[in-house]
Nanobody, 126 residues
């Protein structure tokens, strides 16, 4: 059964960096696009970034563009989210997810993602 597990969350001061990792189990990883989403307290879950199955294409929400970098290592079944210059408004539970589609609305449409992790908390203190 396919599973995703996030790690790397924690408490960090504003301006600092944090890297999240998501390890996938199951045979799907190399053929799936991967995405990161986040849900802040009292708000809906929202997309952050997506990456194509081979890592050649990346997509970012405007709020994180230039500060966050998504990458993947298919040999390790792992996708990463490098977060720099963190702000208090980046505080959220971060989820990784896997989708058979990449491109257009598939990048940010949560309904296109088949598998989800349990999430990891990121708290940025100002």
């Amino acid at each position: 059964q396919a599973q995703l597990r996030e790690s790397g969350g924690g408490l960090v001061q504003a301006g600092n960096s944090l890297t999240l990792a998501c390890v996938a189990s199951g045979p799907f990883f190399n053929n799936y696009a991967m995405g990161w989403f986040r849900q802040a307290p009292g708000k809906e879950r929202f997309y952050v970034a997506a990456i194509s199955w081979n890592g050649n294409n990346k997509y970012y929400a405007e709020s994180v563009k230039g500060r966050f970098t998504i990458s993947r290592d298919n040999s390790k079944n792992t996708v990463y989210l490098q977060m720099n210059t963190l702000k208090a408004e980046d505080t959220a539970v971060y989820y990784c997810a896997a989708s058979p589609m990449y491109g257009g609305s598939a990048n940010y449409d949560q309904n296109m993602y088949h598998y989800w992790g349990q999430g990891t908390q990121v708290t940025v203190s100002s």
